[in-house]
């Protein structure tokens, strides 16, 4: 199974939509034996661990002796980026995948997130591509208020020198909107569904040349359409995705630790195969329309909704427009693969569950 490992609750930013920097709260340390650990994970088969944080290269000692204890898991790591020169390159290499957070163009990325970051992450990914790092290296954006989503996707797309394989976004609608929103409804019907609209096209457009553009909420829901499959929850949070928080609890998800009801055991006194499917998405996810494609897109949300119902609903518009403009380019794209154009396989992404969430 999967999981996100935290090894730490701080962070060495304090952007604007999260504050991880300031508001890291208790225990921000890991509290386990790495042999309590080993104990759990040896009746795991196929272990995939996460680094997850607050900010995992703040604890780069602790991740080499994760990778070290561990040698035969697969490991992936979601980091703000300042620090992965650090991380020595024998264990760099060993990342299948590598989640760099960044919101789109200089003015948005440094906006939300610091004066400075946008230049030293793309000043470490450079870094990165020069030691012959081969995997996959994502663009992970939360795309708030300041965000058009056309401009700031297509930004990261068309970076050169370094690029990035694949760009994922999330929409900053978990959390209040107090602060972060000005007018939400506004934005989305102004901004962020037309650009979904546009970047649908456009990506449809590159597919009619071969090319096979990264972006990855696109990508797994196409190759469902295709294939006429359906998903549970992209994430797999609560099937076969949880968080391992530094008490050594086990929860359903990496962003909820303080919650109660996202804790579904401990290291210390549970199996793995107990965790299987132990939580799913409740109603209105199940009888809606579009729940075998989107899948319930958060198991926090869903329980949680800190949003409302109205709020819900609202996100869940999003959704629906992402997925109807997918089905809408359906036809065409099914014509593009009966012509060897392109194949169902380019879209069966990603290889490994990587931590994007899909449904942004
Ligand atoms: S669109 Fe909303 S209600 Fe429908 S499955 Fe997704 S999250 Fe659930
Ligand atoms: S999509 Fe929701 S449930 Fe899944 S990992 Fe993200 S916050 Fe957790």
Redesign the pocket.
Known sequence: MNY?LILTRQCNLDCVYCHGGRDAGENTEIQYDLEALARFLVEDEGIQLMFYGGEPTLRIPLMVQVMTRFPQARFMLQTNGLLLHRIPEEFLHRFHSILVSIDGPLEVTDGYRGHGVYNRVLENIRWLHSTGYEGDVVARMAVSQQSDSYRDVRHLLDLKGPCFKHVHW?LNA?WSAEGNWVNFDRWVAESYNPGITRLVDEWVENLQKGVVEGVVPFLPLMHDLLTDSASP??????CD?FAIHTDGSIG?????PDWAFSIVGDIRTTKPHELRNIMTVDEPCPSCEVYAVCGG??????KEHLWGQEGFEKVCGTVKHLIDRLKAALPEVRRLVDEGIVAVGDFAYPEFNN?C?I?P
């Open positions: 996100h999330q978990v929850i992209r994430c797999g949070s609560g995705t359903v998800c990496p962003i909820s897109r958060c198991l926090f949300v869903n931590g969430e449904i």
